[in-house]
């Protein structure tokens, strides 16, 4: 075998294995219930199914036009307009992607440069610090306010310089599950006012909320969506997560320039899911019923919980739950984690990698995306502890 015995620079030298496949890896050795990596373990539409086989099948096999092909994105325009009343060109303003982690690497790619300065909102998702980083950027973080996750603008404020290119806001929110509502967009809205700042808004649980309550995206607000790059997941609406297919809505002036690296990055998206979707989406009902579907699974694991010693912080959206071990443990998260992989069979996340000082605040994070046979289970282990 042929060794390299140059020096490897590394673009990333502080990045490691993400906590989504260490955990998982651990539930697999361990043969634990596995509630860390948000995927749902039940089946999704057999119609849809049937779809991309038909589109196979006809022979819809090869390359997609590297935007996407047409007939999903008009089926997102006539969705964003249904949903939110604005309106998107399909031919200029949305871009089908391989999944909404590419378009959020590919978005911030586009834009930012050696010495910009993005504003991100920790906890955080793990992929956003390091598409900032490998492209020169500077990170400022912001940190939500516990326990309800919520965000204190003056402290944005504060974080504003002439060298702020973008702010990228997540709502509902992983891995917390808050929300952003209206004041908060309109205070979002303010900030950016007569500035060059991008948002890039992701919002791949924009149909996951509970309660009655209202998704706000930044395209709803005039202030905000003409600076504003939306990011789509149908593996999220779908429950088809390892199908990576997203899309990207943003003025032309933005995917013009997202799309120059979009080419290079990816090109185009898998052909039939992308047709099947577009079919899919004719009827509103295969998503607006997502709301109702996922908050029953929500209160039926809160509902399992009760006698457990776990304390749980308020869900409004997704499909995580962050639980406190306060009256449990005073064991850091990833001790607490490994603990109940290794001695309960079970494997949930800790909050700490979300955080760039990895602190610890004694909180996990559970997928409720599970069939109520799992959910049952794993709360049964839940209780014991």
Same mark, same amino acid.
């Given at each position: 075998m042929l060794t390299f015995d140059g020096q490897i620079f590394s673009k990333l030298p502080q990045s490691g294995t993400s906590i989504f496949a260490i955990m998982s890896k651990?539930? &697999?050795?361990?043969?634990? !219930?596995?509630?860390?990596q948000g995927f749902p373990d039940f089946p999704i539409s057999e119609k849809l199914i049937a779809?991309?086989?038909h589109y196979m099948k006809k022979g819809f096999n090869q390359y997609a036009p590297m935007p996407g092909v047409l007939p999903l994105r008009k089926a997102i325009a006539q969705k964003a307009e249904k949903t939110y009343g604005v309106s998107y060109d399909p031919e200029n303003e949305i871009t089908i992607t391989a999944g909404a982690? $590419?378009? !959020?690497?590919?978005? &911030?790619?586009?834009? &930012?440069?050696?010495?910009?300065?993005? !504003? &991100?909102f920790e906890p955080a998702y793990d992929s956003y610090a390091p598409a900032v980083k490998i492209n020169g950027g500077l990170v400022k973080y912001v940190e939500l306010t516990a326990p309800l996750f919520k965000i204190n603008w003056n402290d944005v404020k504060r974080m504003i310089s002439n060298r702020t290119r973008m702010i990228i806001i997540n709502s509902p929110h992983n891995p917390?599950?808050?929300?952003?509502?209206?004041?908060?967009?309109?205070?979002?809205?303010?900030i950016t006012r007569n500035t060059d700042i991008i948002v890039l808004s992701d919002e791949v649980y924009e149909h996951l909320i509970f309660?009655?309550?209202?998704?706000?995206s930044a395209c709803c607000f005039p202030g905000l969506v003409n600076r504003s790059m939306v990011i789509g997941s149908f593996g999220k609406t779908f429950h088809a997560t390892g199908w990576k297919t997203g899309f990207v809505m943003a003025p032309a002036d933005l995917t013009a320039e997202f799309r120059k690296l979009h080419q290079f990055t990816v090109f185009a998206s898998n052909t039939p899911i992308q047709y099947a979707i577009a079919d899919f989406l004719e009827d509103d009902a295969n998503y607006t019923h997502l709301p109702a579907f996922y908050q029953s699974k929500r209160d039926f694991f809160a509902e399992k919980l009760k006698s457990s010693r776990f304390e749980l912080i308020p869900c409004h959206g997704t499909y995580f739950q962050l639980l406190s071990y306060k009256a449990i443990s005073d064991e850091p998260e990833m001790v607490f984690a490994e603990r109940l992989v290794k001695e309960h069979r079970i494997a949930l996340i800790p909050l700490a990698p979300f955080y760039? $000082?990895?602190?610890? $605040? $004694?909180?996990?994070?559970?997928?409720?995306?599970k069939k109520e046979e799992t959910l049952s289970k794993a709360a049964e282990i839940l209780c014991r502890i």
């Open positions: 651990m539930a &697999i050795d361990h043969q634990a !219930i596995n509630l860390s779809r991309v086989n982690t $590419q378009a !959020i690497y590919t978005a &911030i790619s586009a834009f &930012i440069k050696e010495g910009n300065e993005v !504003i &991100i917390t599950g808050s929300l952003l509502d209206e004041s908060d967009m309109m205070q979002l809205d303010v309660n009655n309550q209202k998704h706000q760039q $000082q990895n602190q610890s $605040q $004694q909180l996990m994070r559970v997928c409720f995306a």
